[in-house]
DNA sequence: CTGTTAGCGCATTCAT
DNA sequence: ATGAATGCGCTAACAG
């Protein structure tokens, strides 16, 4: 016996097969499938299941969904995958996706609006009960036609305005003005932001003012600046940190991100400066090489995976349907202190 | 006028829904949504744009799934999406899928099988057109039941054996002799390959194999040896460690991927061991923050987007129909030298 | 060019 | 305890 000709590309076997097969109504095979034991003698249950088995039968989905008017899908739109604090995040909401039974689909929007838009276009159209996201800017009015359309919606590092939906991050402002705190108790006086580009985007926003406000708040002597770069853009990139180094006062370059941190310090390396001999240095969402940069870089660590879950919770609750105002979760960052933002010292040489 | 009730949660509008704010049949206003505008009046495409736009109307992707039989999506499970390789990868398959109109799933199996395979038989569920897999161990029952239910497979990294499907990935036997040749021209001697347990996992055992290859070449005085280590076992990696840089010869580790360099690195800074001067160190998959551990860390670069993307390559023939036998892509890797596999020298003080 | 009809695979009344 | 019939939203014949 050869096999299957080329029509090997069988289309799977229905729920009408298996009652065919089983010799019973489809009814029962559907009841089966859903648990309802209660219902079932147990003669038919071992039927069904024997001609599920031999059939090698899987319920579609799809037919389910269309049926129930619900997925069991979650939509997840992430800025950037690369940064692996999306992936500590996506990591979370994939946990508690499947505690709870849902399916995660995570689409990567690149840093590009456009396709944001799209995937948020197709999620939707995929009928997706729900959706994370870690929006690029934050397109306040596609977000609003979404939420509005009854699509649960959390919105993950951003706090939107004139947005009302579930919000999780980090306590921004808290975090950065515990690091910038220490960086003053370090002895140093001009802290930097090497930050991407601000905009509307609330977590650079919050970053930054609440390390402008603890510096004002050391009174002079003190001073605060703000450095926006564009990633790709590495000239640009050399030459604030040429300036920075230039610096009469002792000075420290705070970083808003991991990314930029790790450019930051490639930046410095190139250029022949260490830290924290030369200058100080600290970044946000310290990422897992940070002890091995020089004597090891300060950094702050964000609960990524708990506020994942966070996320995926609050939205499973709005999805059982409960109605609440916007809630807002933050978490507090943890500082965690290495070479990088040691005390001022120029003995190197013994 | 108060806002809508309650019930503000509506089910969207559905296509018969825009037929008759349109004043036209379903089928027109399917026609309209593929595209078919050959067959369609100017007035009717006005009206059922109309129509459209007021009620907000996104046709359901379910449903044009189960009726078509096919739902342009596809499924991907990663073993370890903390891995930047695979996140790498999962971008080049996603930029390949978007090109060609298909919507991507990604699961994580965290390095768990029975997650693993749960992923699996929930895609399958979901009726992906296809799968890309890079799997765990091998759990070739398990594929195979899948591709023998038809379902166009690829499997990145691993070569399985048993199975006929196509495969990408990285030649590993080129890129591991040209890193272990470089090692030897280095003046290294002994080189201990530092890996996950290697089980019947391909893309570790050739490597191994091609590393302890070139070393026999080289004739006497040149050694291999490998060392499987638990990636949360970090006792154990001391223990090697120390037993590594007690060698008399001079030795080089070489490491089998970009997570174990992570932690060898770690380990050595730990134990005060400095490359190269105490030990060579070498790793597979480069990553990013390479350059920034003490005087640079020599790495294999892999192509991993381009692998991603000839993934999927590979799957969207196989979804069209194309009848062929079990395909294998292996892209060459990439020496990026740096500081840690420097010249034998240990005079550091001038 | 346009509309009517009949399912896709499944869950759900409603009978029996 | 079981099954027949109906419809989820959409596409694909098949008529006009």
């Known amino acids: 016996m050869r096999p299957t000709p080329s029509t090997d590309t069988q289309r799977p076997p229905t729920i009408t097969d298996v009652a065919r097969e089983a010799k019973v109504g489809k009814t029962s095979v559907s009841r089966y499938l859903n648990g309802e034991f209660d219902s079932l003698s147990e003669a038919l249950r071992l039927r069904i299941q024997q001609a599920i088995g031999t059939l090698g039968f899987r319920p579609n989905q799809m037919a389910r ?42 689409c990567n929007s690149d840093n590009q609006l456009e396709l944001e838009k799209r995937y948020l276009d197709l999620l939707t159209n995929y009928r997706v009960e729900g959706l994370v996201i870690n929006p690029i800017g934050l397109p306040e009015e596609d977000l609003a036609s979404i939420s509005n359309a009854g699509l649960p919606l959390v919105i993950i590092d951003r706090r939107a305005v004139h947005l009302q939906c579930d919000m999780v991050g980090l306590d921004n402002r808290q975090a950065a003005a515990l690091a910038t705190q220490h960086l003053l108790q370090q002895g140093f006086q001009a ?8 905009g509307q985007i609330s977590s650079r926003s919050e970053r930054e003012q609440a390390l402008r406000q603890v510096v004002a708040a050391a009174g002079k002597g003190y001073s605060a600046s703000t450095v926006e770069l564009d990633m790709a853009d590495s000239a640009a990139l050399a030459d604030a940190l040429r300036k920075t180094l230039k610096s009469k006062k002792r000075s420290a370059i705070f970083a808003g991100n991991g990314r930029m941190l790790l450019n930051v310090a490639l930046g410095l390396q190139q250029l022949g400066a260490r830290w924290p001999e030369d200058i100080g240095l600290l970044g946000f969402d310290d990422p897992n090489w ?6 090891g870089i300060t950094g702050i660590r964000q609960p990524t995976f708990d506020i994942g879950h966070a996320a995926l919770d609050f939205l499973v609750q709005r999805i059982d349907g409960i109605v609440s105002p916007a809630r807002m979760q933050a978490f507090p960052g943890e500082l965690i202190v290495r070479g990088s933002t040691g005390a001022p010292k120029n003995v190197t040489e013994t």
């Open 191 to 198: 802290i930097h932001f090497f930050t991407e580009p601000i």
């Open 290 to 295: 940070a002890a091995l940069a020089g004597s």
């Open 65 to 106: 969904g269309l049926k129930r008017g619900r997925t069991r899908m979650i939509g997840m739109v992430v800025a950037d995958i690369s940064n692996p604090y999306s992936v500590e995040v996506m990591r979370g909401v994939e946990a508690a996706c499947q505690k709870q039974g849902f399916m995660l689909m995570v």
